[in-house]
C-alpha cells in the first residue's frame, strides 16, 4: 500500500475555543479554513492535523508530531499558554511530551533518536 498523504483528526466540542488551544499550539492559526465545523494546519508537506466540531467524537483522539527539537518546542508552546506534560524518554527511540486540548485530544511532541 502506497500512502500520499496523512490527515489526523482531532473531534472537539468547542470549535472556537479548539482554534485558539491548536492555534497556541502551532504558533499560527489555521492554514485551511474547510467549512464552518472544520480547520486544517499543514505540518509537513504531507501530514495535517484537522479539527472538526464533533462532540460525540471528542476528547479520544491522539496524534504525535516529530520535531527536530522538543526542548525548544515545549519552551514556545509553553509561552503560547499550552503546557505539556514533562518530558520523558521513550526507550531508545527518543523523547516526547503530550499536551492536552480542552477536550482531552492528546497532542504528542516527539523527538524521534537519529
Known amino acids: 500500500m502506497e500512502i500520499d498523504m496523512v490527515f489526523a483528526g482531532m473531534p472537539v466540542t468547542n470549535l472556537a475555543g479548539a482554534v485558539d ?11 485551511i479554513p474547510v467549512n464552518d465545523t472544520e480547520v486544517m494546519w499543514q505540518c509537513a508537506q504531507s501530514a495535517f492535523v484537522y479539527v472538526v ?22 519552551a514556545e508552546a509553553a509561552a503560547r499558554g499550552v503546557l ?31
Not at 59 to 65: I, T
Not at 85 to 112: F, K, S
Open 21 to 31: 488551544w491548536y492555534t497556541r499550539l502551532m504558533g499560527r492559526g489555521p492554514d
Open 53 to 74: 466540531l464533533d462532540p460525540e467524537h471528542a476528547g479520544g483522539s491522539v496524534v504525535s508530531v516529530s520535531v527536530p527539537d522538543l526542548d525548544a518546542a515545549v
Open 84 to 114: 505539556a506534560a514533562a518530558i520523558e524518554h521513550v526507550g531508545a527511540a527518543g523523547r516526547r511530551a503530550t499536551c492536552t486540548d480542552p477536550d482531552g485530544n492528546r497532542v504528542a511532541l516527539i523527538q524521534i533518536n537519529q
